[in-house]
């Protein structure tokens, strides 16, 4: 009969071989319509905030869903606010068809360049912005804008003159306005769609972010490219946003190491998206495709279509649309 001492030390030889018992983990689910893993910037600011997160050994993981495998692009939005998604990154304009004021995000003309957009982040016009992503449940952890263009499988497109008789893809419901009223037939899609729509000729001429044209390989589909240049008229906000149900529900340190991952994100983003106009020339003329930009007259015209279609159309039917557009273009 063993004694209790040599009991006492068996449990403890068996214990030293034993496998430690893993602790609870609350795991997050994060989801974007980008590729991933292949370099899309916006990838991978949700996978640096995935590894900060993970890094901090809080008891906190992020499992990121890329390329529209967990919701489609529109879909993110309610599960967003309905807390059955905890975190996601899109562009904010596609939630306009709930909440109309966010079309302001990707008002044609109105950012004119990254700093520009960064002045933004920090004005009584994005502090409104936010607030209403606040009241509808999600919160942004982190700014991101990106800048754009136009393409084309028929023609350069510079003044507006340029895209009248053209079916082209706009990218929210502002741009919609200002190309119809220049005479362009409008198809609403995500930018995840492009290329299969201008592969089976639903699509002759598309705007999007520069990350997309490259993302999506559609200097594989146009003839022509018109580059953001000095007078890009295309700025999109496409924040990284939390579900506020998420938030109330994590630990104190789970939801700081969140909110720090999401700080470093935005830092790398900031640095990196300005690389991006070039790379963007880069990749389309390697493939062949003519590269163009639009003059500052050029710029000027589609202003003006723009504010006879689009800003009128948001300041009259927009709660509080002509105080935030005032707001917007007050920033310097």
Partial sequence: MRTPKALLAMLAALCVGAPAVATAQ????????????????????????ARE???????????????????????????????QLDIAAFPLDYASGRQPQFSATLMPGLVRNFDHAKRLNASPFMADIKKIIEQAGAVVIADAWLSGG????????????????????????????MLAAAGASIASMPSSEIYSAMQTGVLDATNT?????VSYRLYEQVKCLTAPGENALWFMYEPVLASKQTLERLKPEQRKALLDGAKKAEQWFDQEIRKGDQK???????????????????????????????????????????????????VE
């Fill in 150 to 177: 136009f393409a084309s499988k028929k023609t350069c497109i510079r003044g507006p003159e340029t895209i009248k008789g053209q079916v082209t893809r706009a990218a929210g419901p502002a741009f919609e306005q």
């Fill in 26 to 49: 609350t795991v997050l689910k994060a989801s974007h319509q980008f590729p991933g893993g292949k370099g899309d910037p916006r990838d991978e600011m949700v996978q640096i905030i």
């Fill in 280 to 330: 963007l020339i880069d990749t389309f003329k390697k493939a062949g495709v003519e590269v163009t930009s639009m003059t500052k007259a050029d710029f000027d015209a589609w202003l003006a279509v723009a504010k006879a279609s689009s800003y009128k159309n948001f300041a009259e039917k927009v709660k509080g649309g002509d105080e935030l557009i005032k707001k917007a273009l007050a």
């Fill in 53 to 83: 997160v993970e890094q901090a050994n809080v008891g906190l993981k992020i499992q990121v869903f890329a390329g529209s495998s967990l919701y489609k692009p529109n879909e993110q939005w309610g599960a967003l606010t309905k807390g």
């Fill in 209 to 213: 972010s520069s990350e997309s044209f």
